[in-house]
């Protein structure tokens, strides 16, 4: 059964309030948007936890990451802020490029899957989608491929593709008190589910792909575009066309074809082929049955 670890990010109830809708606190919302998803996902038999068991309790953030062990997938579920009130589409954080792994591809397309998901149901505009490296080497194995979040960093280091979901900016007031609406919740966590569980298989169940699968997967398919391609420059090259009067000319259209050679309305290209598909072999004998080319 699929697993995804769900972090409500910040904690408590009265972290980041919004300066436009006073009431509106970031730490609710997460809280309670988590948990409805993690409802919503259990109900599509997808198995999902949160990263903390209760509403105060606040791990450090690469530990919050680090807690998705062992799952397939971790979003962390926060609220944006900016300067301004103006700023209202989603961002959406996925891992940096690795050639080192396939969880960085996991992660941006579980990112590029729920980034719509917000702006359709929160309507608004299309998603941003972010990426940010470290500048130092936080792990210290010598190479910088870590993730400059702190919940992506600990997620990455125990194997598992991580998203921050940044449902909108709390400091839009719209938002903020679209993110206040319980139905609304409701409707979000719906439709994040719906996204999530097609992730992992229509039936929410199934085992996801893993690299390696996916790797054949795509081999495979592009195994099967050059056959089909073979096939067709066959088809184009003996079955559908015809070049000469010679014995694989249909008998049925030998004598026509003979004829508009012979009068000169059949010249051939450069090299000296008719080029005749099937369906002009087949117009071309009807006319010649109609009569078109008798003089
Ligand atoms: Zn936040």
């Not at 702006?119 to 505009?125: C, I, Q, T, W």
């Not at 719209?174 to 139905?183: G, H, I, T, V």
């Not at 996204?195 to 099967?224: C, N, R, S, V, W």
Request: proline residues 5%; aromatic residues 10%; negative net charge.
């Amino acid at each position: 059964m699929a697993k995804v670890m769900i972090d409500p990010g910040h904690s408590g109830s009265y972290f980041n309030r919004s300066p436009a809708v006073p009431d509106y606190y970031e730490s609710n919302m997460t809280w309670t948007l988590s948990q409805k998803l993690q409802a919503a996902l259990n109900r599509r038999g997808v198995a999902a936890s949160l990263t903390r068991l209760s509403k105060d309790e606040d791990p450090e953030l690469t530990e919050r990451g680090r807690r998705a062990r062992g799952c397939d997938l971790f979003l962390s579920i926060h609220s944006n802020a900016a300067a301004s009130e103006t700023p209202s589409a989603p961002w959406i954080i996925h891992y940096t490029p690795d050639d080192g792994t396939y969880v960085d591809e996991e992660s941006s397309i579980a990112g590029h899957l729920l980034g719509p998901v917000i702006s359709e149901v929160m309507n608004l505009p299309d998603p941003y989608y972010y990426t940010k490296r470290a500048d130092f080497d936080r792990d210290g194995n010598g190479i910088l491929d870590d993730e400059w979040y702190g919940v992506l960093f600990g997620a990455k280091s125990v194997g598992v593709p991580g998203v921050i979901l940044e449902h909108g900016f709390h400091t839009n007031p719209n938002s903020a008190l679209w993110l206040m609406n319980e139905d609304n919740l409701d409707r979000l966590a719906e439709a994040e589910a719906d996204a999530i569980a097609g992730y992992f298989g229509k039936d929410g169940g199934d085992e996801p792909m893993t690299g390696a699968e996916k790797k054949e997967f795509e081999a495979m398919k592009q195994e099967l575009a050059e056959l089909k391609s073979k096939v067709d420059d066959h088809n184009d090259q003996i079955g559908v066309k015809w070049a000469y009067i010679d014995k694989n000319l249909p008998e049925w259209a030998a004598s026509t074809v003979k004829k508009l050679a012979d009068a000169g309305y059949l010249k051939g290209n450069g090299s000296n082929s008719f080029e005749l598909s099937y369906l002009m072999l087949r117009i071309l004998v009807i006319l010649d049955r109609a009569g078109v080319f008798e003089k």
